[in-house]
């Protein structure tokens, strides 16, 4: 935990380097403390069925969600959209300029009392 779902259109033209994001997003989650690297998975889903508004070809997006367990604060919540924002920004400037796209950002709570996980014992 954290988990990152990138979910976007298969129409934006800019060429995401997902390892590079991911890394940049990591680190962004990391500086905010009381988040730790090995702990952070993140994934990019692209969209081939979707629809944004009136249907138009014009349209794409980015959707990005953030789960956390929800003995998160506010506060936190809202650095962490403030951090990640512009670095998800910074990877589809061809789509900023050139679609109607939207970029949106979520925070999901995830609850404590329904989650577990197993982690193995390997080390590297």
Same mark, same amino acid.
């Given at each position: 935990?954290?988990?990152?779902? +990138? ?13 590079? +994001? ?6 962004? =989650? $990391?500086? =905010? ?28 997006? #980015?959707?990005?969600?953030?789960? =956390? ?10 650095? #962490? ?14 789509? =900023? ?21 197993? $982690?193995?014992? $390997?080390?590297?």
């Amino acid at each position: 935990m954290p988990h990152i779902v +990138l979910e976007y259109s298969d129409n934006l033209p800019d060429p995401v380097d997902f390892q590079a +994001l991911f890394a940049q997003l990591h680190a962004a =989650l $990391v500086n =905010l403390g009381d988040v730790h690297l090995n702990e952070i998975k993140s994934r990019a889903i692209k969209c081939h069925d979707w629809r944004v508004g009136d249907g138009h070809p014009r349209h794409g997006f #980015a959707h990005l969600k953030l789960y =956390l367990l929800d003995r998160r604060k506010t506060e936190f919540k809202r650095r #962490a959209l403030a951090a990640m924002k512009p670095i998800l920004a910074a990877h589809y400037p061809r789509s =900023l300029i050139g679609l109607e796209f939207q970029l949106c950002l979520e925070i999901i709570d995830i609850r404590s009392d329904a989650y577990d996980k197993l $982690v193995s014992s $390997v080390s590297h």
